[in-house]
């Protein structure tokens, strides 16, 4: 499907302009637009105005062919536990650096847009990530890193970084991402005690007592996330510093969000063109 560089820039072109009832510059009512030789742009036939798809995407001024961009974004899209600058290198026949910053630039595409609240079934947990290492082990160690998660039954999950897990810190990030009357499911930490009054139906487990499940009441399916998230990142790219790990995390979510999707390569392109960088 994209055997060249022109079949790549029309793609872009195509999801970015293929709309337009006229030219932006000669109001030419469909006017048609021509590829200029040797030019990562597009020219009207009756005035000449020239437009760059590229222009305002993670694409815009790079040098790397675009038929290996589109590579990348495909691995990104099939692959289930990410892919390393490293193996980016290796594969598309790049520096290190140029692989990094393009790895960087499609896990942009990746961000999901949290204003839809999730509803219905929702299990919320904390997790320490990082290095294991000497000294004080689990809440309160060393190089670890906070996390916060919700994952609603059946559909999305979200992941965000959290400088703690005080009940300052974890209820605002409940209220604007849970509707209201939404059924939680959480283990006994004592900061979510608070939900009953604040509108949801809250229940929950006591792990301290080795108590996994009762009925409906668990957190597995977000305890099963955080392993596979683990496993990814241990596995797949053996370190990830905190100033990046959110983009990795991003990544991650949105694999599990599109679990089902039957085209991720094909909703990465249209990210692409729809989502100004």
Known sequence: MYPDEDACLKTIFGMRYGNLECCPACAVINSRFYKVKKRRCFECGQCGHQIYPLAGTIMEGTQIKLTLWFYAIFLF??????????ELQRVLGISYPSAWKLGHK???????????KLCGEVEIDESLFG???????GWGAAKKVCLFGLVQRGGPVRTIIVPDRKQKT????ILANI????RIYSDEFKVYKILKATGYRHMNVVHSKYQWREGHCHTNTKEGHWSNLK???FGTFTWISSKYLQCYIDE???RYNNRDGADVFEKLLETIANRPQ
């Open 252 to 254: 991650f979510d949105f």
């Open 131 to 137: 290095p294991k290492g000497k000294g004080k082990r």
């Open 106 to 116: 499609i896990r942009l595409l990746m961000k999901q847009s949290n204003e839809k």
């Open 179 to 182: 509707r209201k009357g939404s």
């Open 170 to 173: 974890l209820l605002p990030l």
């Open 77 to 86: 899209s099939n692959c289930r536990n990410g892919v390393s600058a490293k």
């Open 231 to 233: 496993k990814m990142t």
